[in-house]
């Protein structure tokens, strides 16, 4: 049935194993993300032979359903007051920058039965989430500590995701520093130092990584073969263990140019056009319900994306040394952004290899 993403298990092992061993090189461990494929627990398991120490997801549905592992899960999206009961119910530990969530944290630990682990995260320039003031921070330290089922086990920070900042080791040593400060403060020892994403394995792939981090959340890269500082694909890693397939629906020799006065698109946009005269265009049925079509690659190289709707994907098939018949299915790797969509759409089936 298509469309469908096609997964390579045996990619993603390997990677997860390459990197984890780079990361360990620098005393650095691995939490992995499993949110762009919605924590499917085959992969999960390709993770867990790859050799991370903990799942991290942003979204509680996803923790839920890796419940039956025995690894620990981080919630990697500052919690919602409406969830704190399924935080403390699925996450071992929570990424957390608001002293009243952290209360209410405790709160509903403290009902469960449990310890809650909360890691700090700080704001280091690319103003998503985090403490942006140092001292800020250290005050809620000093009510952190007073909370008896929360166990403050360290900082992190993120980059690269809003402000674009690039990880450095400049901007990961002020965590650092930050995290001794702590420690000095309240005499306590933090283990800790979540030193970012995909785009701080960069740091590791360039031989820049500092000392004091000790742990990176991990998703693209493992999954795509992906630094995101920059956007490139490292030497060594797999990059398509993601295959996109759909099907060809109408396969017609028209125009290029459309006929008629030109209002809006299907989404609102005055579209432009170029005349190239007559394609051979070919109509596939998957849409932005389903992808993003901007992060679409078609793997042969001589398709062309032309554009889409919402279950509808153009490709000009004009200059193509393959002969495509109505019925041929066509095949792209996905960007993360197609890759979290195609994952989550329910109408997109999902086949392991
Ligand atoms: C998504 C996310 C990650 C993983 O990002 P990748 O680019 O996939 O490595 C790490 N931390 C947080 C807070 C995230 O939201």
């Given amino acids: 049935m298509y469309p469908k993403v096609k997964v390579k298990l045996k990619g993603i092992e390997e990677n997860t194993r390459i990197v984890c061993e780079k990361c360990k090189n620098y005393g650095i461990d691995v939490t992995g993300v499993t949110k762009a494929f919605c924590a499917d627990e085959n992969i999960a398991e390709a993770l867990i032979s790859g050799g991370v120490r903990a799942f991290g997801d942003s979204r509680v549905l996803n923790l839920k359903k890796l419940n039956t592992f025995n690894m620990e899960k981080w919630l990697i999206r500052i919690p919602m007051e409406s969830e704190i009961s399924d935080v403390i119910k699925y996450a071992d530990v929570s990424l957390n920058s608001e002293i009243k969530t952290i209360r209410l944290l405790n709160v509903e630990a403290e009902k469960q039965d449990k310890i809650h682990k909360v890691v700090l995260m700080v704001d280091l320039g690319d103003l998503r989430e985090g403490y942006f003031n140092e001292d800020d921070l250290i005050n809620d330290v000093d009510k952190i500590l007073q909370f008896n089922r929360i166990d403050l086990i360290?900082?992190?920070?993120?980059?690269?995701?809003?402000?674009?900042?690039?990880?450095?080791?400049?901007?990961?040593?002020?965590?650092v520093l930050l995290k001794e400060r702590i420690e000095n403060s309240f005499n306590i020892e933090l283990n800790v130092v979540s030193g970012g994403n995909s785009s701080s394995y960069t740091l590791i792939e360039n031989g820049t990584m500092i000392d004091g981090i000790s742990n990176l959340r991990l998703g693209e890269v493992i999954l795509l073969g992906r630094e995101t500082s920059y956007g490139l694909y490292i030497d060594g890693l797999h990059q398509r263990n993601f295959i996109l397939q759909a099907q060809i629906v109408e396969l017609k020799e028209k125009p290029s140019y459309p006929i008629g006065e030109i209002g809006m698109d299907a989404f609102g946009n005055k579209p432009e056009f170029v005349d190239k005269g007559v394609m051979k265009r070919g109509i596939l049925a998957v849409g932005k319900q389903d992808i993003d079509i901007e992060g679409l690659t078609p793997i042969d190289s001589q398709v062309k994306i032309l554009g889409g709707s919402s279950d509808h994907l153009l490709v000009d098939l004009t200059n193509t040394n393959a002969i495509y018949k109505l019925g041929d299915v066509i095949s792209f790797e996905m960007d993360y952004s197609a890759l979290l969509k195609a994952m989550t759409s329910e109408y997109v089936f999902k086949e392991i290899i």
Avoid: D, K
Wanted: glycine share 18%; net charge positive.
């Fill in 154 to 175: 360290g900082i992190g920070t993120n980059l690269t995701c809003y402000g674009g900042i690039i990880p450095t080791a400049e901007n990961l040593r002020r965590l």
